[in-house]
């Protein structure tokens, strides 16, 4: 098997006690605040989150879909947010790139920190898996490093680790024809190195 860094929850959350349990509070916060701008506008019997780590933002998708499925290629943290959360199900997948999932099956979708990672032959293929799945109508909630000043790693060498910052435009320029609605920073826990963190990209199909 090629050589790759294998993600943990170390990874997925690069702070621990109180500083990361202030950053959950504060994701799930603004996740759910998108959330429910899209439930009113129209009910949201399926939600994917691709990319779902151990599941730290999953559950607030269930506060509302009724069917939520998360997505992820660490067979580890499909393992722990299988077993923290048994009433969601959680899909270990190869590949972002190829989810198993119909087409046009969810009216929501939420990628928090994933395309970031990827090179971007690599993001396009997932931004093509998110428009294939993405129903009529439905919404999108991608929240990235946006800073394009800022690349981490080599592309070439993504899967040993690597972070990329893309404006908004890219990505409003590559969901065509999906809608750009809403952009805000991303919040966490005070006293990070980093200022920007990213941006939450709210997406609407029309």
Known sequence: ???RLRWTPAEVVDVSGPAALLRNYLEQRDVRRYLQIAASRGPIARAYDIGSGFGR??????EIATDVVGFEREADLVATAAALLPAIR???VESLERLPAADASAEFVLTFTVLQHMPDARAEAVIG????VLRPSGHLLLVEETDPALE???????DLGYTRG???????????????????PRVIEPGYPRADVGSYLFFHRP
């Not at 933002?57 to 269930?62: M, S």
């Not at 893309?166 to 805000?184: E, K, V």
């Open 57 to 62: 933002l999953t559950p607030v998708l269930a």
């Open 166 to 184: 893309r404006p908004p435009d890219w990505y409003a320029a590559r969901l065509q024809p999906l809608r750009l609605d809403a952009t805000a």
């Open 1 to 3: 098997m090629t050589e």
């Open 152 to 158: 981490a790693g080599e592309p070439g060498r993504a």
């Open 129 to 132: 898996e998110i428009l294939r």
């Open 90 to 92: 959680f899909e270990r």
